[in-house]
């Protein structure tokens, strides 16, 4: 029995291993029980090579106009790789211009299974780090600055006294834009909605009072105009805490909360959740559009390069899929959302507990395995072998009722 959904979901091949992947996931989970238009656009970097990057140009454009898109990790040029694939030039970062293109914020959220210890024993639910991708450390103007310098800042007609130096040293200006920071907080707001979760924001506007306060006052016109009363009505809340503050609660909270950081805060801190949860393999990736109408959800992890080298040679590899299956999974479940087709969701969400039993049952990849039993462990299975006990699980819960 196939689950019928009729507006298109918008697939983004990759590379590499996370690209092998894929096609088997499609394969063996998505085409046998799930039908509908999938528009799929080639991401390889061969392929964004020979289009001069046109091609994600245009699968951006799809996921704007059909409102969902699933992607597969891809590589992100560096020397070594324009090396390597013998490219025209170092394309840029496709999620990068995706991101742009719909102005969207990243979600990146952990799969949580029972059965897998995690480094932070406390962490029952998801910790969704929202970074604010714009603007800060990441489009500074810097500069080395000899003894005996003054730095005046002009801004329009005004000129401003910054520094004054009585030593050699170093001067860094960095900036943000209301814009941003509003479609910010609108996307944070809007998943925190979908997701049913309390809310918070975190900077240090006790010593940065402007830049800092941009963020904190932003943040609370936009919730107690637009969000306050729906954040009600599902019983949930919205808090701006200290970055410090909020460090020390989330190591001894138990989760359940989307955290809403800045630019250079939300690149360490998602680093270190991502930590605590254990596995990439287990780290999701959510891009939503500041109206929360679009959505694109993909694995966190990269193209797994290493295990691709041993695939090429014909080694049997065992590299964890799950968070690829939720790509397809959570697509699926905002089609579903869009669409009011509550037998697509229900079908994603077999699928999803058909995963989660499947590690329950002690059926897992060597990441997985690492985590249970320590590096000398030699208890796990190829990503084949995986995936064929999640289609046996799942077909026996579709046959269940
Ligand atoms: P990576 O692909 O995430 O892999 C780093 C390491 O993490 C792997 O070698 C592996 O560790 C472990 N790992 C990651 N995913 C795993 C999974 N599903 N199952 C088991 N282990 C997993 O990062 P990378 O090697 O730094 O980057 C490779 C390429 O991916 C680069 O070209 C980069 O540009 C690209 N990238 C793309 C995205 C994206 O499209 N969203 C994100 C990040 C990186 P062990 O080797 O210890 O087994
Ligand atoms: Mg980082």
Known sequence: MKVKFHNPIVELSGDEMAQVMWAWIKDILIRPYFEGPIITFDLSIQNRDRTEDGV???????????????????????????????????????????????????????????????LVPSWKKPIVIARHAYGDQ????????????????????????????????????????????????????????????????????????IYDGLFKETFENIFESEFKVKFDELNLKYEHRLID???????????????????YDGDVQSDMVAQGFGSLGLMTSVLLSPD???????????????????????VAVSTNPIASIFAWTQGFKYR????????????????????????????????????IEGETTTNFVTTEAFLEKVRQNFEQSLSEN
Not at 299 to 314: D, E, I
């Open 292 to 314: 929360g109408q679009i959505v694109e959800t993909e694995a966190a992890h990269g193209t797994v390069t290493r295990h691709f080298r041993l695939w090429q040679k014909g």
């Open 138 to 209: 990441y489009k500074p103007f810097e500069l080395k600055v000899a003894r005996g310098t003054s730095i005046k800042i002009s801004a329009g007609s005004e000129e401003k006294p910054a520094f004054h130096f009585d030593s050699e040293g170093v001067f860094l200006a960095m900036h943000n834009k209301l814009d941003s920071v509003e479609g910010f907080a609108r996307s944070v707001f809007n998943y925190a909605l979908m997701r049913g979760y309390d809310c918070y924001l975190s900077t240090k506007n006790t010593i940065l009072k």
């Open 245 to 263: 503050d909020m460090v020390a609660r989330v190591l001894k909270s138990e989760g359940g909360f989307v955290w809403a950081l800045k630019n």
């Open 56 to 118: 994600t140009i245009e699968a951006a454009e799809a996921i704007k106009n059909h409102k969902v898109g699933v992607k597969c990790a891809t590589i992100t040029p560096d020397e070594q790789r324009v090396r390597e694939f013998n490219l025209k030039k170092m394309w840029p970062s496709p999620n990068g211009t995706i991101r742009n293109y719909l102005n969207g914020t990243v979600f990146r959220e952990p799969i949580i299974i029972n059965s897998i210890p995690r």
């Open 336 to 371: 579903g959302l869009f669409d009011k087709n509550d037998e697509l969701i229900k079908y994603a969400d077999k699928l999803e507990q058909a995963v989660i039993m499947t590690v329950e049952t002690g059926c897992y990849t060597r990441d997985l395995a690492v985590l």
